[in-house]
Antibody
């Protein structure tokens, strides 16, 4: 069974940093692109970042470019999102998702981890 | 950035009736479109990809159609578990943008 379990969310002050993790199981993690998608309170979905199978290719939404860094450790079956210079507007539930190969959609989602940026 | 526009924002439907949701892309995305369902407090679930292919385990009452810039998700006979928010996503260009969602509520 495919499982994605996010962790690392919490309350952080504006300007602070946080690192999210996503532990994957039930599939060959290193064979899949992965995404981070966020959802602000009462809002819609925004794809924040993606990373290729070996980590050599990454992409970011303009709103987080230069502040967030996505990475992965295929030996540990874990995806990461390093978030720096956090702003109030980064407050959201962050989901880790798996890419459906050749399609670009997210076929499996974690349960999400809440990040709250507030003083 | 491709803008995805969903309509209506809210759809009131009685159980057993058909629901038709629309999604429009600001430029052509061929059939590179996905639909997701999200229930309160849950992560989204992939329903449809490639505009018309049902994801694994999705009931046949869900169907998708369209190409280019105009897309439709149809739920043929609404069940109680189908009342939720539905999002479309274009999967052709980065950033992979989502629509703002359509809430399907009980009439």
């Amino acid at each position: 069974e495919v499982q994605l379990v996010e962790s690392g969310g919490g309350l952080v002050q504006p300007g602070g940093s946080l690192r999210l993790s996503c532990a994957a199981s039930g599939f060959t993690f290193g064979n899949y692109w992965m995404y981070w998608v966020r959802q602000g309170p009462g809002k819609g979905l925004v794809l924040v970042s993606h990373i290729s199978t070996d980590g050599s290719g990454t992409n970011y939404a303009d709103s987080v470019k230069g502040r967030f860094t996505v990475s992965r450790d295929n030996a540990k079956n874990t995806l990461y999102l390093q978030m720096n210079s956090l702003r109030a507007e980064d407050t959201a539930v962050y989901y880790c998702t798996r890419d459906l190969p050749g399609v670009g959609a997210s076929d499996f989602w974690g349960q999400g981890t809440l990040v709250t940026v507030s003083s | 950035e491709i803008v995805m526009t969903q309509s209506p924002a809210t759809l009131s439907v009685s159980p057993g009736e058909r629901a038709t949701l629309s999604c429009r892309a600001s430029q052509s995305i061929s059939t590179k479109l996905a639909w997701y369902q999200q229930k309160p407090g849950q992560a989204p679930r992939l329903l449809i990809y490639g505009a018309s292919t049902r994801a694994t385990g999705i009931p046949a009452r869900f169907s998708g159609s369209g190409s280019g810039t105009e897309f439709t998700l149809t739920i043929s006979s609404l069940q109680s578990e189908d009342f939720a928010v539905y999002y479309c996503q274009q999967c052709d260009y980065w950033p992979r943008t989502f629509g703002q969602g359509t809430k399907v509520e009980i009439k």
